[in-house]
């Protein structure tokens, strides 16, 4: 996976202004550099359909498309990976099925689950909610600036700070010490994609791993 600033997660089940082709495709040409898809309901034909949908566009765009959750999905499609949560298949379990040429992420809201699951082997763990939002029902209390400093601090493997953020607080982000974000609505919700995401993109670090 080439190196990375700017994480759009394309939740099916959030109420955007786009199409997930549209909004995967103009925001990729923009300056995306990580892809995932995302959705949280009973219906696995629906997430299958449009990861089929879009996985060729992010192919064409040399883009890693990242799967939320489902580790069967991942699989049959031959995406380039899996965001896991604290509650999905553990780790390990998922390495096995995925093979080591797959990548990883986590969810995690304290330092201490970001340091075991670096210690299980992921490729990156997301750190959140720095902001309150919108996108997630089951959102949990935003964790502050100070927890950024552990994570620059302690963690070897790179993180990405996610919830809440937009054009008008990403700055305070930055000057913390954040180099990567991912982010739903500040994308979905945009009249113009491709504005969006060239002004999130030209707000971060020039920073960036791998």
């Not at 909004?23 to 550099?33: Q, S, T, W």
């Amino acid at each position: 996976m080439k190196s990375f600033k700017l994480y759009l997660i394309i939740d099916l089940n959030y109420p955007s202004r786009h199409s997930p082709n549209k909004l995967a495709e103009e925001a990729m040409k923009a300056g995306v550099d990580l892809l995932q898809l995302r959705y949280k309901g009973n219906n696995l034909r629906l997430l299958w359909e449009w990861a089929n949908k879009i996985k060729p566009l992010a192919r064409a765009a040399g883009i890693p498309l990242i799967i939320n959750d489902r580790v069967d999905v991942a699989l049959a499609l031959d995406a380039a990976g899996v965001h896991l949560g604290q509650q999905d298949l553990p780790v390990a379990a998922a390495r096995r099925i995925l093979g080591r040429d797959k990548f990883i992420g986590i969810s995690c809201h304290n330092i201490e689950a970001a340091l075991a699951a670096q210690s299980q082997g992921v490729n990156y763990v997301s750190m959140g909610p720095v902001f309150p939002t919108l996108s997630k029902a089951d959102a949990k209390t935003p964790l502050g600036f100070e927890l950024i400093k552990q994570f620059n601090a302690k963690l070897d493997i790179p993180w990405v700070a996610i919830g809440g953020i937009k054009p008008d607080n990403l700055g305070s982000l930055v000057e913390a010490g954040v180099s990567r974000i991912a982010v739903i609505s500040a994308i979905a919700q945009a009249e113009d994609i491709a504005q969006a995401t060239r002004q999130l993109k030209g707000m971060l670090s020039p920073e960036s791993w791998m």
